[in-house]
């Protein structure tokens, strides 16, 4: 029910017309649709910003992963919850204090804290 595609910013670059390919290919059967997308560039913008918009129009959900075990890690915990809804491996947000929520989202981001949010 879950499909997953892999894609390196590098070989993207290299052959910008294989993601396109390979989402028509998969057409729309699965409940859920992932693009984990390596970074493996030094400077990735232009990759990264083809990539997300591609993965938006294809209504992809974009996961990136900066090393290799990285994005191995995402794959298998994918694969764990494939059976179950969004909501189990969703945060809960605290309800009600705007600011808190607003800290909560930051601090998932790699590098911010909660003090820095």
Not at 19 to 34: K, Q, S, T, W
Not at 64 to 83: K, S
Request: hydrophobic share 45%; glycine share 2%; with cysteine.
């Amino acid at each position: 029910e879950i499909a997953i595609l892999f894609l390196s910013l590098r070989f993207h670059r290299l052959h910008p017309d294989y993601f396109r390919r390979r989402v028509e290919a998969l057409g729309a059967r699965h409940r859920a649709r992932v693009l984990l997308c390596r970074v493996d560039l030094d400077h990735p913008e232009e990759q990264l910003e083809s990539v997300t918009l591609q993965a938006f129009h294809a209504e992809l959900s974009l996961v990136l992963a900066w090393t290799d075990a990285e994005a191995a890690a995402y794959l298998e915990t994918l694969h764990r919850h494939r059976n179950r809804s969004a909501e189990v491996i969703m945060s809960k947000l605290p309800q009600g204090d705007h600011r808190a929520r607003m800290a909560e989202v930051l601090a998932t981001v790699k590098g911010v804290n909660r003090t820095d949010a």
